[in-house]
């Protein structure tokens, strides 16, 4: 079932496709601007777009490397078909699913989200999936459920970072039920109205919009419910600098760099840096659910 939320996004908006994944010319504005200083800031500018493949060379995937280029080179190894989920914990319905099963009747549309990395770069994306409340109402949530726990696969054949151990593997993440509910949580298979690249996270992936994207998991093989908040990768790896909640800030700067502004990709040699909004945008929608906390300690 489809529920409304507002969205102040349209295709206007959208991160060309080049732009959106054009790695050098990324490093060099920010080296750029980090150089001349404020002082040079101009208004952004928009390049013509490029095509459907430029879009997906700038990514984080760690499971093929460090390098933002090493997904692209290496992700077309990776098995996506055929496909499941296991789904465990406290759920009413347990089980291995094949993507399909736990998908069949859902209807994806498109959603146009900002998409804000814990590294200071943003871009808009017109995602395509469903909400992820939806699946969930499917496998029914126990009672006792406080959490959900998602995996990303571990293929170490097709992916030379889980190989070489660059993380504890598998990676894993989780969201507290009630932001997981939340109408604008989105289990995405695809973008630019085609199925999702290996590279950016297929065949089905998490979308939190309001959270730096590191929290959104990719390839998911797995989703648990459960009572206690889960440990994740980056809160076991570096609590100091990466949170369970990890919602966009920009009061709170990460250790070694300040939140409080962002680059668009796609903004040009010497575009200004703008700045970052509270939860990316989405306050009206999601500051609620953290009524009372202080989000300078729950980071």
């Given at each position: 079932m489809a529920h409304r939320w507002r969205n102040d996004l349209t295709r206007a908006d959208v991160t060309p496709p080049g732009l959106w994944t054009d790695r050098r010319r990324l490093l060099v504005s920010g080296a750029a601007a980090a150089a001349l200083g404020p002082a040079v800031a101009i208004a952004e500018e928009r390049l013509e777009p490029n095509s459907f493949e430029e879009i997906t060379t700038y990514n984080n995937?760690?499971?093929?490397?460090?390098?933002?280029?090493?997904?692209?080179?290496?992700?077309?190894?990776?098995?996506?078909?055929?496909?499941?989920?296991?789904?465990?914990?406290?759920v009413e319905r347990p089980g291995e699913y094949?993507?399909?099963?736990?998908?069949?009747?859902?209807?994806?549309?498109?959603?146009?989200?900002?998409?804000?990395?814990?590294?200071?770069?943003?871009?808009?994306?017109?995602?395509?999936?469903?909400?992820?409340?939806?699946?969930?109402?499917r496998i029914g949530v126990r009672g006792e459920a406080r959490y959900v726990a998602f995996e990303t696969t571990v293929q170490p054949d097709a992916?030379?970072?889980?190989?070489?151990?660059?993380?504890?593997?598998?990676?894993?993440?989780?969201?507290?039920?009630?932001?997981?509910?939340?109408?604008?949580?989105?289990?995405?298979?695809?973008?630019?109205?085609?199925?999702?690249?290996?590279?950016?996270?297929?065949?089905?992936?998490?979308?939190?919009p309001w959270k730096y994207g590191f929290k959104s998991t990719k390839s998911i093989v797995?989703?648990?419910?459960?009572?206690?908040?889960?440990?994740?990768?980056?809160s076991r790896m570096a609590p100091q600098e990466y949170g369970f909640y990890a919602n966009v800030n920009p009061n709170v700067d990460h250790p070694r760099w300040s939140q409080a502004t962002e680059r668009r990709i796609g903004g040009g040699l010497f575009s200004r840096r703008q700045p970052t909004l509270m939860f990316n945008g989405y306050e009206s929608e999601v500051a609620s659910l953290y009524?009372?906390?202080?989000?300078s300690r729950h980071y």
């Open positions: 995937f760690y499971e093929f490397g460090y390098d933002k280029t090493d997904p692209v080179r290496h992700a077309a190894a990776m098995v996506t078909e055929p496909w499941s989920v296991r789904v465990d914990g406290l094949a993507l399909a099963e736990l998908l069949e009747g859902l209807e994806a549309e498109e959603r146009i989200y900002r998409f804000r990395c814990v590294e200071g770069w943003s871009r808009v994306v017109p995602w395509l999936g469903v909400e992820l409340a939806d699946v969930l109402e992916m030379p970072g889980v190989r070489r151990g660059v993380l504890d593997f598998p990676y894993v993440e989780g969201l507290r039920l009630d932001e997981a509910r939340h109408p604008l949580t989105l289990l995405a298979t695809g973008l630019y109205g085609q199925p999702l690249p290996n590279q950016n996270g297929a065949p089905i992936r998490l979308v939190v797995r989703i648990t419910l459960v009572a206690e908040q889960p440990p994740t990768t980056w009524e009372g906390m202080d989000l």
